[in-house]
């Protein structure tokens, strides 16, 4: 059981290209998530989805696009990437209670970990 | 809004003694609360969550936290570490009906001395 997955594992990037972090869950789960991971701040919470064809932004969404084709997938595009923009970033997904909403739940993948330089 | 604070950013304590993880955390509505672990390069996994049954909950590999609503606190707890504990610990809160809205505290490492 694969749970979430996420490609690359480690990238390097110049400022202002542009790249596709993948992420994929064999869960069936209807909520997908980004967060971005930095040093003493925590997680925060970049773009997440309730469903295919839904998505919505988080705390910090500048600078990155999302979209869920289907429910499996939901990858994050950086557009022209930044110094700023370099952090580890996770993927989770979790189950959803109907009208309720996600559990809380998440099911992280293990991140992918961006340097822009 | 909600958020959450987490009292220290690293904590270290002796194997076979006592662990406390302090979280505070503010909130307009009653909140869902959860402690999560992230092990060396790895993502993070669910210790334990608070939903508005038993404010005691108790979580895996021997962890449990209280809910305090007249501190407006969360701490996790451990009666006796072990080596295997050594990790990162994060504090999140949400609304209840809004955990796609997970927000995080900055995060404990706890070390763990022989």
């Known amino acids: 059981n694969a749970g979430v997955t996420q490609t690359p594992k480690f990238q390097v990037l110049k400022t202002g290209q542009s790249m596709t972090l993948q992420c994929a869950q064999d869960?069936?789960?209807?909520?997908m998530s980004w967060y971005r991971q930095d040093p003493g701040m925590g997680l925060r919470l970049i773009h997440y989805?309730?469903?295919?064809?839904?998505?919505d932004q988080g705390e910090v969404p500048n600078g990155y696009n999302v979209s869920r084709s289907t429910t499996e997938d939901f990858p994050l595009r950086l557009l022209s990437a930044a110094p700023s923009q370099t952090s580890v970033y996770f993927c989770?997904?979790?189950?959803?209670?109907?009208?309720?909403?996600?559990?809380?739940?998440?099911?992280f993948g293990e991140g992918s970990r961006l340097t822009v330089l | 809004a909600q958020s959450v604070t987490q009292l220290g950013s690293h904590v270290s304590v002796s194997e076979g003694a006592l662990v406390l993880l302090r979280c505070n955390y503010s909130?307009?509505?009653?909140?869902?609360l959860f402690w999560y672990v992230q092990y060396p390069n790895q993502g993070l996994q669910l210790l334990l969550k608070?939903?508005?049954?038993?404010?005691l909950v108790k979580g895996i590999n021997g962890f449990e936290a209280e809910f305090k609503k007249s501190e407006t606190s969360f701490h996790l707890t451990k009666p006796s570490a072990h080596m295997s504990d050594a990790a990162e610990y994060f504090c999140?809160?949400?609304?209840?009906?809004?955990?796609?809205?997970?927000?995080f505290g900055q995060g404990t490492r706890l070390t763990i001395n022989p």
């Open positions: 999140a809160v949400s609304k209840r009906g809004g955990a796609q809205k997970l927000v």
């Open positions: 869960m069936n789960h209807e909520y």
């Open positions: 989805s309730v469903g295919a064809g839904i998505t």
């Open positions: 989770a997904s979790s189950y959803s209670m109907g009208a309720y909403g996600p559990t809380g739940e998440l099911f």
């Open positions: 608070y939903t508005s049954a038993a404010t």
């Open positions: 909130s307009s509505v009653p909140p869902y």
